[in-house]
C-alpha cells in the first residue's frame, strides 16, 4: 500500500527546469508537444532522489525493503513514461488533430485535499490537476495532467498519464 501510494504521485525522474507555476508548466508542456521536443516534457519528471524527497516531505513510511524496491523500479517506470509520451506525440492524427497545427488556449488549475495514510493524525496533501485548452481549427481539445506536484516552489509531473478530450460543442 505505502509503495503503491508513493508510485501514484512519484511515477518519475529528471528536472532542473520546473515551472514556478501550474498554468506556465501547462504552457511548457503543450508547447512541447507542439514542437515535437519531448525533452522538454522530460526535463519536468522528478528524480528518483526528488521522489524520495517528497515522499519523506508527506511522511509516507517505507520501510528499508520499499526504499529499495522504489529505486529499482522507479526508472522503469519513467522509461514506459517517456515511452507514452512519444505515443501522445506520433497518434495525433488518430485523435483528430496535428499537433503542429494546434494553437494555445489556456491552462486551468484545480486542486483536492487526498488522505495519504491511514493514520488521521497525519495531514492531508494538495494534488493539484491541470487541464491544457487548445485549437485545431475549430475544434476545442483539453490535455489533462492529473497529480502535477510542488516540491523546492518549483512543478513537476506526478506520473498520471495525460489524456487528450475534444471538448463536445453544444450546437444549440
Not at 17 to 35: M, P
Not at 81 to 88: A, P, R, S
Request: net charge negative; glycine share 4%.
Amino acid at each position: 500500500m505505502k509503495l503503491t501510494l508513493l508510485f501514484i504521485f512519484l511515477n518519475f525522474g529528471i528536472s532542473s527546469f520546473a515551472q514556478n507555476t501550474v498554468a506556465e508548466l501547462g504552457k511548457t508542456i503543450y508547447l512541447s508537444f507542439k514542437s515535437g521536443d519531448l525533452e522538454r516534457i522530460y526535463e519536468h519528471i522528478l528524480s528518483t532522489e526528488q521522489s524520495i524527497q517528497l515522499a519523506e516531505k508527506w511522511d509516507v513510511e517505507m520501510s528499508e525493503e520499499d526504499m529499495i524496491k522504489f529505486k529499482n523500479v522507479y526508472p522503469e517506470r519513467v522509461k514506459k513514461y517517456k515511452e507514452f509520451c512519444v505515443q501522445l506525440l506520433l497518434n495525433d492524427s488518430t485523435m483528430g488533430f496535428r499537433w503542429v497545427e494546434t494553437e494555445y488556449k489556456n491552462s486551468e488549475v484545480s486542486q483536492k485535499k487526498l488522505k495519504i495514510s491511514e493514520d488521521e493524525t497525519k495531514n492531508k496533501i494538495d494534488v493539484t490537476n491541470l487541464i491544457v485548452h487548445f485549437m485545431y481549427k475549430n475544434k476545442e481539445f483539453k490535455l489533462f495532467i492529473n497529480s502535477v506536484i510542488e516540491l523546492d516552489e518549483k512543478w513537476y509531473l506526478g506520473g498520471s498519464n495525460m489524456v487528450i478530450h475534444e471538448v463536445e460543442v453544444d450546437n444549440k
